[in-house]
């Protein structure tokens, strides 16, 4: 074989054997980021608070009879197959209405099982365990708990006595059980009135002020009328 073409051929093999290197580390870099990104998932929540009534704000005020609703989502979610999760609260201020899981999981599924209710006194429980084909990997609302405020709520709720954690969840390769707390959001209360109504002016919009029936308490609400 004449030398030129001999050396033509060595070339091609090289640039083949390149390549083939450079597939086998495209492969493997792909499988180190997997397996990093699989490695370093972790669950973790948001909570937040809602309330229909007219004074809902930022940060929510509530007045007694109203309902408010702990919004507790999944910001990250490694794969679940099992997560339960608690709510403890101050039952001498809330009434407890009901909790509704979120459609992050296909609930309608045959093999899913759940649960979101009062076990105790001052304790709720949101459960869900589903097979292996039905894990989800989605982030959105997990469940919805409902509380009605009752007369004795005059205040800030205390942390101590409100609180969400999750006790325990699974993946396919793992599990864990642990009270993770999550940070209650700010809800503050007094016994407004009926509100009265200010008119608008060039620099101020029309609004309902609210003030405090409490006596020797000065809070005032302004919301903004529409």
Known sequence: MPLRRLERKNMQL???AIVFLVVIMMFSLAAIGIAAEEANSELSFSAKVESDGVLANDPVYVRSGDV????????SNPGIIELEIRAKYDSNVLTFQKATLGSIFDLDGKDVKSKALETNKGVIQAWVLVPEALKSSENGVFVTLEF????A?????????FNFYYASY????SSYDEDNVLATPAVHAHHYGEGTS??????????TVYECTEEGCTEKLSVPNG
Do not use: M
Request: aromatic residues 6%; contains cysteine; hydrophobic residues 35%.
């Open 14 to 16: 090289k640039k083949i």
């Open 68 to 75: 408010i609703k702990y919004v507790v989502s999944i910001e």
């Open 148 to 151: 009605k405020v009752n007369d």
């Open 153 to 161: 709520f005059d205040g800030n709720i205390d942390a101590d006595k």
């Open 170 to 173: 699974a993946t396919s390769s």
């Open 198 to 207: 200010v008119a608008g002016d060039c620099t101020n919009s029309a609004a």
